[in-house]
């Protein structure tokens, strides 16, 4: 993973680095700590200038610095993982390997053939000296942030970064659409001063749909947040991107017909493990169910073993047992998701590897006053007895109840049930149950520092409340429980799997049940539609920039291509039944999954999501509303 910038001038009057922020060259560090490297590339004719900067977190391959240039001066920097498509070899960088790849493009339709047959998250920028553009853009899903900002018409800059500075000036930064590769003619910008994008759009190559309709979609949808000086047109050869996963099947049989409203009392009572068995039983469903784990286990095996494990590169000698260090962390709650995750990386993580189970926790609001209003301390005593408790550690087994209680929040609860779980499944696996531990003070100073420009550009109470517990979680820090005793314990794992994309997909949030009330499956499945349409958006972007802060990489095993398009291919009535209770219809087929994994009661949890999960939602205003803009994320001055 990378941080990735690029500044481009159009016969400005100002240096170039001028437009080059000190804040957000420190933030593109955080995310690529291996290597820092600046290049400038001038016109021959001064008209225009571009200033790329790369930052590179080492995760495969040998350690390859950022920007690159090759001898006909096109310039490449690359945030992205490659796990099929283009043959990455386990000694090559996969930075290198595309690098090569468009170094022999030699039309437009070259260069949209090779993106379109990666799998894997990216964004790019890439500099093609001899035609004097410059290509950007990112995956299908948006798994890899890149903003841009788009200049007043006087400065003609053009800036793009995986992360950003929170900007209370006119010039704010957006999110760049996950609608396919941009391209700017730099020389043609140059002569006419100002700015033009052309995009160059996904399409699905069995669609039906005119490409002029597309265009026409695509354009009237990136073009509504775009300034009025800046327009976009459409590629004059009318080339666009195949989309790398089917279309999502809308086929509704009347065996699944059954209408909202369906009397589901006599199983209302009746939720329980048994009830998944019951489906079972039925060999089409199994063998449905079966396919859905093979095609769910290679993308988590993908995405846990594309990583460099060495030997002790100075000694060459492999470090004992004890001394093994985590290299894949998962964000866990102990929910359906994060423990088929868990469940299906046990069985690809080298065994002697430990697993890092990443739980979060917000101190419940009236143990915080309660702590406030009785401890004496200095108030850096109770930051540290907040976070560490020492009576409650001497004996975990005799004190489980006074164990930590004011984090005994629902994730943390449902988190240690999974962990005995997974234990059953390989109690040879070390599985190390990291218990992050967040006060409000804590809380309030890293939003200040840090968080609330890495959740920019959004800014609502919603991405506020996921994008703490997300960065808490992802630092991993926190304590693990070793021989009956916490010990503080710092997650080295440079890789961190999310279940973000079941949800979207099998209907697990609760409004996708409002729908189905409403307008039935064919609500649903629209509604379910426009959730991957619109996730790059809402929350993949962010998800990135929180954890690359860590300078660790996020990785998305259902969003997987080949995961989603199995999905695609499936009515809706083979992956949720929204007849049934909460806790067994929505996400039914990966209940079922994780029923022949041999998962047990948490098979049957009903969706939580993490802000209330955590209870980071309850430290908060609870006249809020989940879509408010936030206050929290403006800026303000640092106490």
Known sequence: MCGICCIVTLCSQHAIRDFFSEDILCRLGKRGPDSSQQLIKTASDLSYECLFSGHVLHLRGLMTPQPLEDANNNVFLW????????????????????FRHLGLCSSEADILSLFSSLRGPWSFIYYQASRDSLWFGRDYFGRRSLLWQLNNEVDNAFSLTSVSVCSESGNRWQEVPASGIFKIDLKGCAATKSLSLTLFPWKY???????EEIFINVLDQ????????????MNESKLCLRAPV?????????ASGQCAGTNISNITHMVSVKTLEGFLVEEHKRKIVHQFIDVLNEAVKRRVLSLFRDEDQKTREIPSMSNRKSYVAVLFSGGIDSMVIAALADKHVPLEEPIDLLNVAFIRKEQAKRKGATKKHTSQEVHFDLLCPQESYKDLDTKSDA????????????GRAGLKELEAINP????????????PEELKKMRQQRINHLIYPLDTVLDDSIGCAIWFASRGEGFISQHGELKPYNSPAKVVLTGIGADEQLAGYSRHRVCFKKDGLQGLNKEL????????????GRDDRIIGDHGKEARFPFLDEDVVSFLNSLPISEKAD?????????????RLAAKELGLTASTILPKRAVQFGSRIAKLESNSEKASDTCSRLKLFSAD
């Open 205 to 211: 190559s069995c669609t039906e749909k005119a490409v």
């Open 79 to 98: 945030n992205g993982e490659i796990f099929s498509g283009v043959h990455v070899g386990d000694l090559e960088n996969d930075t290198e390997v595309m």
């Open 529 to 540: 539609e426009m959730e991957l349409d619109r996730i790059s958006s809402r929350n993949l």
């Open 222 to 233: 990136v073009s509504k947040d775009l300034p009025n000086h800046i327009p976009l047109v």
């Open 246 to 254: 089917i279309p999502l099947n809308k086929t509704i049989s009347e």
């Open 403 to 414: 164990h930590l209680s004011c984090f005994d929040v629902p994730d943390r609860i449902t």
């Open 428 to 439: 040879l696996r070390t599985w190390n149950f990291v218990e992050i531990n967040v006060v």
């Open 578 to 590: 929204l007849t049934l209770p909460r806790g067994i219809g929505e996400k039914l087929i990966l």
